[in-house]
């Protein structure tokens, strides 16, 4: 399973070609799709200052229709714990929400969609895949 992170999203929703093929491979070879609740926040914010929003909207629900949406449960918060306290301890924390989105996918031992490979890498038991 891939866990779509909001920004291959975000590219998706403006029509960014590469995205775009890579959600048709992605279809094309039956993988599973998923993304978190972190995403789901990130991209209802974006909804509202969208000038698209009706597009945007209908976009995310069909997306929504056809990827699981993880929640963040007890298991999740102890990884994400354990990746900030590492992290803390070299001096290369990254933003909350990603450390949750990057739990999220540990939790499930699935890999993230993303084009934020600078941050993510950070965090060694994360498989990232980028477009």
Do not use: P
């Not at 993304?35 to 069909?62: A, M, Q």
């Amino acid at each position: 399973m891939v866990v779509l992170d909001t920004g291959f999203i975000i590219d998706f929703l403006n029509e960014r070609e590469e995205a775009i093929n890579h959600f048709q491979k992605l279809l094309e070879t039956q993988e599973e799709l998923s993304t978190t609740v972190i995403n789901i926040y990130e991209l209802e914010v974006g909804v509202r200052k969208s000038s698209k929003k009706e597009k945007n909207r209908k976009t995310i629900d069909e997306i929504l229709k056809i990827a699981k949406v993880f929640d963040i449960d007890l298991k999740t918060t102890n990884i994400a714990a354990r990746i900030f306290d590492g992290l803390a301890k070299k001096g290369d924390l990254i933003d909350d929400f990603d450390i949750f989105i990057a739990a999220s996918c540990i939790a499930n031992n699935d890999k993230l969609l993303t084009k934020n490979v600078k941050d993510f890498k950070r965090i060694e038991e994360l498989e990232v895949e980028t477009y």
